[in-house]
């Protein structure tokens, strides 16, 4: 192998796991993980399954597709200060049924979702990951939906050994207890499987997501737990306050992650509304104290349609 050969693989090796470590989950990485979609719910660090109503809700929670208006969206991320290693992402939702009940809730809704993680390797080499990712929310009656996804993905590099490719399902369902309470729960990659094409096969590691929101008349808070590796390995406390003048919402929150290096990050963020509330421009940070990570900036556009 040349040396080239043995930059990548480190360069690569150092790309996957900053980008699972980006989602302030644990230090533990590996390849095909990714941060969530999208800046909103990075500014409530990362507490977002059961608040998320937009069309994050295709990668957060497939079940709140049922709350999303149709529209599409792009998100920007740089996983690593200093360094050309990216992620883009466009989505797309589609809601359907919208009259049927009297709450607004789609009775089915459809979304789907496109992403790029790329990185530019010394050399002139590049590594680069490209994901499809579909989902379905169905809502049997208006306090509770159900969702589902299945993510298509494949990565490609200049090293013979490294190309993979593979598939995931999550399950998800939300319900609302009450006119303030709600509740969420995400099975994220409850099924997968990725070979390289060496004939190597992996499973990625599954996340259960449980959260608890409360909705007031001024301000939205929500709280998730997190158990991956066989442990609870990230607790989030998130919130926002509802867009002031309908033009400006705050949002802030932070991590407890016990996983890998135990540590709590904080984050914060704001969205921007206009064009009559159907453009809106998100951003969010989260101020990591790892020294490979550090400030990560988040930004998102969305516009419904």
């Known amino acids: 192998m040349t040396k080239r050969s043995l930059c990548l693989i480190a360069m690569v090796a150092c790309a996957i796991g900053a980008a699972a470590r980006a989602r302030a989950e644990s230090s533990q990485g590996g390849a095909f993980q990714l941060p969530f979609y999208g800046a909103r ?20 929670n497939p079940a709140g ?3 999303a208006s149709r529209s599409a969206g792009a998100s920007y991320l740089q996983l690593v200060e200093g360094l050309l290693i990216g992620q883009s992402q466009i989505v797309f939702t589609m809601p359907l049924e919208r009259g049927r009940h009297e709450t ?3 009775r089915h809704a459809f979304g ?21 990712r579909l989902a379905y929310a169905f809502t049997p009656e208006p306090l509770v ?14 090293v013979a050994g490294f190309d993979a490719w593979g598939t995931s399902f999550d399950i998800s369902g939300d319900l609302s207890l009450s006119a303030s309470w709600s509740l969420a729960a995400v099975a994220r990659d409850a099924f997968s499987r990725y070979s390289y094409d060496d004939a190597r096969d992996y499973e990625k590691e599954p996340q259960y997501i449980v959260g608890l929101a409360w909705q007031g008349p001024r301000l939205a808070a929500e709280a998730d737990v997190v158990r991956s590796y066989g442990s609870w390995t990230r607790v989030s406390v998130g919130a926002e306050t509802v867009y002031f003048f309908s033009h400006v919402a705050l949002r802030g ?11 709590a990050v904080p984050s914060f963020g704001l969205s921007v509304r206009a064009w009559s509330e159907r453009l809106a421009m998100h951003y969010g940070a989260s101020l990591d104290e790892d020294e490979a990570l550090g400030r990560t900036h988040r930004v998102s556009l969305a516009i419904r349609i």
């Open 65 to 67: 597709l049922a709350h």
């Open 104 to 106: 607004g809730v789609a």
């Open 112 to 132: 789907a979702l496109y992403t790029n993680l790329a990185a530019d390797i010394v050399g002139g080499e590049s590594y680069s990951e490209n994901h499809m």
């Open 145 to 158: 939906s159900f969702g589902l996804a299945a993510t298509g993905f494949i990565s490609r590099s200049g």
């Open 41 to 60: 719910g990075w500014g409530m660090a990362g507490a977002f399954i059961v608040r998320v109503d937009d069309e994050s809700a295709v990668d957060w």
């Open 253 to 263: 929150g932070v991590a407890f992650l016990s996983g890998g290096d135990s540590r």
